[in-house]
C-alpha cells in the first residue's frame, strides 16, 4: 500500500504553504519597527495549487522557494516608510495557525485511522 496524496490529500502541502505565510507574518511581526520594511505575505491558494503541481517533494521545496511574497498594502503606512501594522500581522499569525493546526488534526486522524486497519482492529 502506498501512502500519497490520495491517503492524506493536499493537507501535506496545505502544512508546508502555511508554515511558509507564519515565516513571512513573524518576520514581519519582528521588523514592526525597522524603517522602510514592507510587510509580506503569500496568496496562500496560488501557491498550494502551484505546489500541488509539483511531482517530487524536491520540487515542493523548489516551488515553496520559489515563491514570490506579496508586499501588504497598509491601510496606514507610517512616516518612517514601514507598512506593518502589527494587529492585521497578529490577526494574520492567528488565521494561519488556525488553518495549520486543522490540517495537523486531520493528519493525525488520517493516520491514527491507517493505525487502526493496520492494527486490525
Do not use: C, H, W
Request: glycine content about 6%.
Amino acid at each position: 500500500m502506498a501512502i500519497d496524496n490520495a491517503t492524506f490529500g493536499i493537507q501535506e502541502q496545505a502544512l508546508q504553504v502555511q508554515r511558509r505565510r507564519l515565516e513571512l507574518i513573524a518576520a514581519n511581526i519582528a521588523n514592526a519597527d525597522t524603517p522602510g520594511f514592507q510587510a509580506r505575505d503569500l496568496d496562500f491558494r496560488k501557491v498550494l495549487e502551484s505546489v500541488q503541481n509539483a511531482a517530487t517533494p524536491d520540487v515542493v521545496d523548489k516551488t515553496l522557494g520559489d515563491a514570490k511574497p506579496q508586499y501588504r498594502v497598509a491601510l496606514q503606512p507610517a512616516v518612517d516608510g514601514n507598512t506593518v501594522d502589527v494587529q492585521v500581522e497578529q490577526g494574520q499569525f492567528a488565521d494561519a495557525t488556525l488553518r495549520y493546526q486543522a490540517s495537523l488534526s486531520f493528519l493525525d486522524g488520517r493516520i491514527k485511522s491507517l493505525m487502526t486497519a493496520l492494527s486490525g482492529q
